[in-house]
């Protein structure tokens, strides 16, 4: 399998404009992971999917911030709209759910709002 | 005070030596944990995890888990330069993964 796969690798943007950032999980992973990574922050839990239901949305910084699962290989994180302070990587990371814990990273999205 | 919480370093030990990397949680519900090496630009990679009390090993590395104390540690025998990386902690319940902000090792030649 090729792994969790992201696209894109690098984004610059200017403060304002929509961002949408694209996962594609592991085949046969029930689960979807959506994370922030930041110097000041770390690595953080945005929102994730069981089944392409969400389930704890908590972690989502606030409405500007919005994240879909049409289907089982495919979902977005979308930004819209970006401000400078969204400037992070972001992860997305798949698994099987409770009984296999691993979560497999993707190689994530560099993300630059200008 | 911060759910998982990790000495951010940077730790530097010898090569051969071995690394000792500390965390604490606060959720005592807490089910699993995890040790995830990150090299620098690099996603996270799991290393170890562990769900009960004790020590768990797997080649040279030793994972402990104290549920009273809330506390879990990753050793690193015979430390190699290429170990030189950031190492999160993470904590997870009902599939709800929490991570520490990470302790950054450098292994020195």
């Known amino acids: 399998d090729a792994g969790v796969i992201q696209s894109p690798r690098h984004e610059v943007t200017e403060m304002g404009q929509e961002v949408t950032l694209r996962c594609k999980p592991i085949?046969?992973?029930?689960?979807l992971f959506w994370y922030r990574q930041t110097m000041m922050r770390g690595l953080e839990l945005l929102i994730y999917?069981?089944?392409?239901?969400?389930?704890?949305d908590s972690g989502m910084p606030e409405d500007r911030f919005s994240a879909k699962m049409p289907n089982a290989s495919f979902s977005t994180l979308k930004i819209q709209p970006s401000e400078p302070r969204d400037s992070a990587v972001y992860f997305c990371?798949?698994?099987?759910?409770?009984?296999?814990?691993?979560?497999?990273f993707g190689p994530g999205t560099r993300l630059t709002v200008t | 005070q911060k759910e998982v919480e990790q000495n951010s370093g940077p730790l530097s030990v010898p090569e051969g030596a071995i690394a000792s990397l500390n965390c604490t949680y606060s959720?005592?519900?807490?089910?699993?944990f995890f040790w995830y090496r990150q090299y620098s630009g690099k996603s996270p990679e799991l290393i170890m995890f562990i769900y009960s009390n004790g020590d768990k090993e797997d080649g040279r590395f030793t994972a402990q888990l104290n549920k009273a104390s809330q506390y879990v540690s990753l050793l690193i025998r015979d430390s190699q330069p290429s170990d030189s990386a950031t190492y999160l902690c993470?904590?997870?319940?009902?599939?709800?993964?929490?991570f520490g902000a990470g302790t950054r090792l450098t292994v020195k030649p």
């Open positions: 085949s046969g992973h029930d689960y």
């Open positions: 990371a798949s698994n099987t759910g409770p009984s296999s814990y691993e979560q497999y």
């Open positions: 959720d005592r519900g807490s089910q699993s």
């Open positions: 999917f069981n089944n392409n239901v969400p389930i704890d």
């Open positions: 993470a904590v997870e319940r009902n599939n709800d993964m929490r």
